[in-house]
């Protein structure tokens, strides 16, 4: 009798924990390291199908931690969103230097947000279903993503403006038009085979590609003036 009464106790302790945070073996797994789980799935991985499930098995932990962090699927989902979207506007600031001519700059966040595309082939997926459209918390980080990603663009313009190489443009359509030519590049490499044009490997395809860009956007199709 003396035996079993400790293990009684030990289990109704045991059975205490649900309630709160999950703890033992997931000790040390926060709501960090989950966010990362996923962002790292969404390097191979559609939105619809990382589920709460599906975070939990790559970050090997029991699904009770991810529900203890996040109430649903749309929150884990947009805090993914913005994790990624962090992600690339660090990667964006180490890349442009301020003291390079505007159109050097544009030509290198051009060339950043290629590179987190190739990365990230699914981020512009996620931000379409899980974030566009949305209400609250989503319309929320779709508002601040946005206002993020189109300053870089109106420093670069602004400083082009005053140093007389570049026109006052709407800023926002210019935005725009370089998430959809760079979420193209990043999938459409397939279309530029059956061409029959030669596609190098990431590193040389990511400068290839950038510096036509930036040169169309720059100066154009229209022939140099005599």
């Not at 009798?1 to 289990?11: F, G, L, Q, R, Y």
Request: proline share 6%; aromatic share 6%; charged share 25%.
């Amino acid at each position: 009798m003396t035996d079993k009464a400790p293990a009684s106790k030990a289990k109704q302790k045991g059975a205490g924990r649900k309630q709160g945070r999950p703890t033992s073996a997931e000790d040390g797994v926060g709501r960090r390291a989950i966010i990362n789980a996923a962002c790292d799935l969404i390097r191979t991985m559609s939105p619809d199908k990382v589920t709460r499930a599906e975070v939990a098995r790559h970050a090997n932990v029991a699904p009770r931690l991810i529900h203890y962090y996040f109430k649903d699927r749309p929150s884990l989902l947009q805090a993914t969103a913005g994790a990624l979207s962090d992600i690339f506007q660090r990667q964006a600031g180490a890349a442009v230097r301020e003291d390079d001519p505007p159109e050097v700059q544009l030509k290198a966040r051009i060339q950043a947000f290629l590179r987190f595309q190739l990365q990230y082939p699914y981020f512009h997926r996620l931000v379409i279903e899980e974030i566009v459209g949305g209400e609250g918390t989503s319309q929320s980080l779709l508002q601040a993503m946005s206002r993020r990603g189109m300053a870089g663009y109106e420093r670069i313009v602004g400083k082009g403006v005053e140093a007389g190489t570049m026109r006052p443009v709407d800023v926002s359509l210019l935005y725009l038009a370089i998430i959809g030519v760079v979420e193209l590049a990043a999938s459409g490499r397939p279309i530029l085979r059956e061409l029959g044009h030669p596609v190098p490997d990431d590193s040389e395809y990511i400068e290839q590609y950038s510096e036509f860009i930036a040169d169309l956007l720059c100066n154009g199709l229209r022939a140099p003036k005599a």
